[in-house]
Structures are given as C-alpha cells and as structure tokens.
C-alpha cells in the first residue's frame, strides 16, 4: 500500500463533515473585536461560503466596545447592573438608545457589505421582541431588555431561503419601544428556539489549549483559578447553551485565518467544544473497519514499529479489535489477545499519526485493560521495540520472555528482540 496522501485525507475528511453537517443550523456569536480585526473580511468570507454550500447560518455580532466608544464620543455615562439573568447589563437611558442602535446597525451593516461581497443574500432583521428588565436595585433601566420571544418562524423561512440573517442587540416590545438586549443572550435563546445544531463564539483572544469540554468539566473550569478571566464570559455562555440542549458549542479565535473551517471540518478542531453528545467512542472492530485500521498501521507497519499484519490476520483474530472513533472516523486501534494462563496481550495499538498526543492511544490501553480485567485476566503484557518508555509511563513493567505464556513463548521472534513489560491487574 501506498503511503497515506494528506490532501486526500483532509478531502474525505471535509466531504464526511459536509454530509453530517450540511443543512443544519449554526448560529455564530461574534465579539466586537473581531470586527475589528484585519481577517474579519476573511471570516465573512468562509461564513458565506458554509452559507452558499448549504448550512443555515445565523449571525449575531456582538457590540459592546462599540457602543462603549459610540456613547463616549457624544459624553453619554452608562453605568453597568447585575441582572435578574445573572450578567451585567448597560442601563441603557432614553438618551443613550438611539446611540446603542446605531451603533448596533452599524456593526450588522458591516457583515452585510462583506456578505454582498461574496454574493450571499444577508438580512438584518427585527426577530426578536424584548420586554423591559424594569427596575433593579432601585434603578430605572429604562430602555435595557431582556428577550421576550424570537419569531422562529420567519427566521426559519429566512434560511430556508438561503439568506443570512444578521440580528442586532437591540429588540423591540409588541408597540415598537427598543430595548437594548444581551447579544450573549439573543445568540443563546436563538439557538434554542431554532433548535441549533452548533452555537459558536467566536471571540479576538487566544483560546484555552483545551480541545473539549463537557458541561461538567466547563462547570469546574469556570470556578477554577487557572482560568483567565477573558474566557469566563463565553465558558458560561457555552455552558447555558449546552443546558439548554445545544449540542455543541464550539469556542474559537476569530483571528485566526480559516478558524471556523478548520473546526467544522476537522475531527480534531483549533477551538474548544463544549459537548453534550458523544463524539468519541471506543468500540469493536467490524469488517468494515478493516480499510481504516489498515491505514493506520501501515507506515508503522513499514518503518518495522509494528510487526506486520495481514488482512486475513486481523480477520481470523477480529473479536480482539478495537477501534476509537472520533466522529465517525477510525482514529486509533488496538488489540487483547488471550492466550490463557489468565494473561492477555495488548498488540496493535496504534494512533493515526495526525492524532497523536491527544491521549487517545492512552484511551485505547485503558479500555483494551478494562477488558481485560472483566475478562478475568490477571497480567497483561506487551511486545515492543520502540515505546517502551510509554509503555512505563501508563505503569507497566519491564519483565522477561520466560514470563510469557507458553503458547505465545513459542512464537517470539528472536530476531526482533521485542521487550516484555507487563501490568498486573
Ligand atoms: C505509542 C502511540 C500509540 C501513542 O499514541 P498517542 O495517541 O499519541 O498517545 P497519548 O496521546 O495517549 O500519549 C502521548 C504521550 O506519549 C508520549 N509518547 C508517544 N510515543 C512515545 C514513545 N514511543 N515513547 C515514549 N513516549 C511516547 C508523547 O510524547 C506524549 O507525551 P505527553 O503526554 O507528555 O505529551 C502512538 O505514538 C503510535 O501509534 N505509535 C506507533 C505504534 C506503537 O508503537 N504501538 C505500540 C506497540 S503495540
């Protein structure tokens, strides 16, 4: 077999995201700043192009550094209260509204020019109705809202269209009054009123270093101290979202060129997601994965790290396989073999070489020894020329050929020289 081509790789990879994703519906929340920044034309770009391919895209750009510079300039003082809905909200004066929409419009204007510049139909639109927050802490908020409902349905007859809508911090009471509503709090009730399948937020500074999260784990980073604060508003955000049914929630730096592609595309992703559906999962080989694990094992196969390994092999041994999938795809492999004398071999671990250092072949030894454990084994070992030390590293022990079972005793390759590390279990 040829060695693996990365370009055709990445294109099956693009094309099993596209059949999985096309036709749903992503809404994006992008901060301010990222508007700012000189790839934001670039970003608008990619956004339109996942538009003109088939995904449903909401955009609901965020403004508050904006407004922020739009009220200094006319001398207008705001002052910030905490809110029944548990954020900071801008007490938003009869004076101030008029500055906040134009503001707002002027942020939703600018997606538009880029849309039109990539030929994509974009909309700004009034589908949100607000209601007042009234009185907090003795303070009339005046024109600070909260959302009361979202007009789902012509949002859904929106996209069905193909169109973008583009959807300002500000909505509106049933008699026309403007409210100056949370863009973090429309980007997260829309979502849930149209059922999104990805909410992402998109923000202008470097992201955690964390691939994934669950809502629990979002839970605990958010009270950690190791967080920085910058990341707390959209980890809480995130995690409303995923309570909220939200699947995926997908953290990136809107900087950075091509973010969105590269995480709606990629297995592995630049951002954090939050998720609350399975997207990796260990579970037995099936014929059908024979192509995949193939694939994975045979550079390492050529280069002698593994010993090689024929289809038919891999068939006649097939309930000792196991496979780590991440979305779908075939990502890491590994075996247990018994050969009685309550000892079991691990063999054939191997990590796709793009995924490595992601702690899935740890993932793989674990289950592979779990396995084991359930089947009633009491040692496990290994055979290996070149990774030993991590072998050592998930606590195995070196130890002697003689301390191999009989039947597989027999057939070590002297020439080889494979070393033995065990575990006891
Ligand atoms: C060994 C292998 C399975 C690890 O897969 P992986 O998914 O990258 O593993 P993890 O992410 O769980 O662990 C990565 C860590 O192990 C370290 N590591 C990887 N290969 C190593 C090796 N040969 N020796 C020592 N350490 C190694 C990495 O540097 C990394 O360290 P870090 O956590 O401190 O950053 C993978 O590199 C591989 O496929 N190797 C070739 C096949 C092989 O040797 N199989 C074992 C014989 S059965």
């Not at 070489?353 to 084994?377: C, F, H, P, S």
């Not at 191999?404 to 002297?414: H, S, V």
């Amino acid at each position: 077999m040829s060695s693996i081509n990365p370009h055709v790789d990445l294109i099956r990879e693009v094309f099993h995201y596209k059949n999985r994703f096309e036709g749903s519906i992503m809404v994006f929340k992008i901060d301010y700043p990222v508007t700012e920044d000189p790839g934001f034309p670039g970003l608008v770009k990619d956004l339109a192009l996942l538009a003109k391919t088939g995904f449903k895209i909401v955009i609901v750009p965020g403004v508050k550094e904006n407004i922020d510079a739009v009220l200094k300039d006319h001398s207008i003082d705001t002052s910030r209260e905490g809110s029944p809905l548990g954020i900071q909200v801008r007490i938003t004066t009869s004076q101030a509204i008029k500055y906040v929409e134009m503001a707002a419009f002027n942020v939703a204007s600018r997606f538009m020019t880029f849309f039109s510049g990539s030929r994509v139909d974009a909309l700004i639109g009034n589908f949100v109705r607000a209601r007042g927050l009234g009185i907090i802490n003795g303070i009339d908020t005046e024109h600070t809202g909260t959302v009361d409902k979202i007009y789902a349905d012509s949002l859904g007859r929106v996209l069905s269209l193909g169109m973008v809508p583009i959807i300002p911090c500000i909505g509106w009471s049933p008699s026309g009054k403007p409210y100056n509503v949370s863009s973090d709090e429309i980007a997260l009730i829309i979502s849930k009123a149209l059922g999104a399948n990805k909410l992402f937020v998109v923000t202008a500074h470097d992201g955690l270093n964390i691939t994934k999260l669950t809502p629990v784990e979002t839970e605990k980073l958010i009270n950690s101290e190791s967080v920085k604060s910058q990341s707390v508003r959209e980890l809480k955000l995130a995690l409303k979202a995923s309570q909220a049914g939200i699947h995926r929630v997908h953290i990136i730096d809107g900087r950075e060129e091509g973010a969105v592609l590269k995480e709606l595309f990629s297995n592995i992703g630049v951002g954090t997601m939050i998720y609350t559906d399975e997207c990796d999962s260990i579970r037995i080989f099936h014929s059908r994965d024979l192509p995949d694990i193939l694939r994975l094992m045979e550079p390492l196969m050529q280069n002698g790290i593994l010993i090689r390994r024929s289809a038919e092999q891999i068939q006649e041994k097939k309930t000792d396989y196991h496979v780590l999938e991440i979305d779908g795809s075939v990502r890491a492999c590994g075996a247990l073999h018994d050969w009685g004398e309550d000892k079991g071999e691990i063999a054939a671990v191997a990590t796709d070489q793009k995924y490595t250092d992601r702690g899935l072949g740890r993932q793989i030894v674990g289950y592979l020894i779990e396995k084991a454990k359930k089947a009633k084994m009491r040692h496990v070992f290994v055979l290996t020329t070149q990774t030993q030390d991590w072998f050592e590293s998930l606590g195995f022990k070196e130890a002697s050929v003689e301390s191999l079972p009989e039947k597989r005793r027999k057939l070590y390759d002297q020439s080889r020289k494979s070393k033995v590390f065990a575990l006891e279990l």
